[in-house]
């Protein structure tokens, strides 16, 4: 099983609201990642965990607050989001962090109103 | 630093011919990887190949084959008989090991249009 999965699919959301996008893989990859992505641009990177911990904070926005509860589940909490973050926001895991193949869910589309 | 460029923007063929995306890389490292990922109107990225900076081996799986080339820092991928379910963004990607420790640098996407 390569499956990678999302919830939600879409999410519209006032700046002042609080929401949560999950991501969950089941492949016993032991890095996970958040990736932006904007209309016609390559995925940026947000956040890389490995073996759980915060590995890589790519500068991020405290606005954005990720979490991995667990080897298989990775959060990112939005808050006070502004309507520049409305993108396509991509997990990834790969079977540890380093230059290995990474296997993406299907994105979160975000719209802040 | 890094860069991938992939100059086609998009490229636009009618179904059954062969088409090329060009990808190429710089990197001052002698140890790196090179990525190819499709990203179907579905949006997620889907992986097509890893290929590691000694194996300049050409490596064909179905209609799709790559063509790696140190000399020229390339790393062009080819799809022969192209079919509408081709359709998406192909990205370039590059990654340094061990330093990196799973940042890609990708290039800016080609999107392949086939027509039936």
């Known amino acids: 099983d390569t499956e990678v999965t999302q919830t939600p699919k879409h999410l519209v959301m006032g700046m002042t609201n609080k929401k949560s996008l999950k991501c969950e893989q089941h492949m016993g990859h032991r890095a996970m990642y958040w990736y932006k992505q904007k209309a016609k641009k390559p995925p940026e990177l947000m956040f890389v965990?490995?073996?759980?911990?915060?590995?890589i904070n790519e500068s991020v926005p405290s606005r954005f607050s990720p979490e991995c509860p667990n080897s298989s589940l990775l959060n990112l909490h939005l808050h006070a989001l502004q309507p520049e973050d409305s993108a396509l926001y991509l997990c990834?895991?790969?079977?540890?962090?380093?230059?290995?193949?990474?296997?993406f869910g299907p994105g979160t589309r975000l719209t802040v109103t | 630093a890094q860069k991938v460029t992939q100059a086609q923007t998009e490229i636009s063929v009618v179904e059954k011919e062969d088409v090329t995306l060009d990808c190429v890389y710089e990197?001052?490292?002698?140890?790196?990887?090179l990525f190819w990922y499709k990203q179907p109107p579905s949006g997620e990225l889907v992986f097509l190949i890893r290929r590691n900076s000694f194996d300049e081996q050409n490596e064909i799986s179905g209609r799709y084959s790559w063509n790696f080339q140190k000399s020229t820092s390339s790393f062009n991928f080819t799809i022969t008989a192209s079919q509408v379910v081709d359709s998406a963004v192909y990205f370039c990607a590059l990654s340094v090991a061990p330093f990196n420790a799973g940042k890609s640098t990708f290039g800016d996407g080609t999107t392949l249009t086939v027509k039936p």
């Open positions: 965990y490995s073996y759980e911990k915060l590995s």
């Open positions: 990197t001052r490292d002698t140890t790196y990887y």
């Open positions: 990834a895991s790969s079977v540890q962090q380093g230059s290995y193949e990474q296997y």
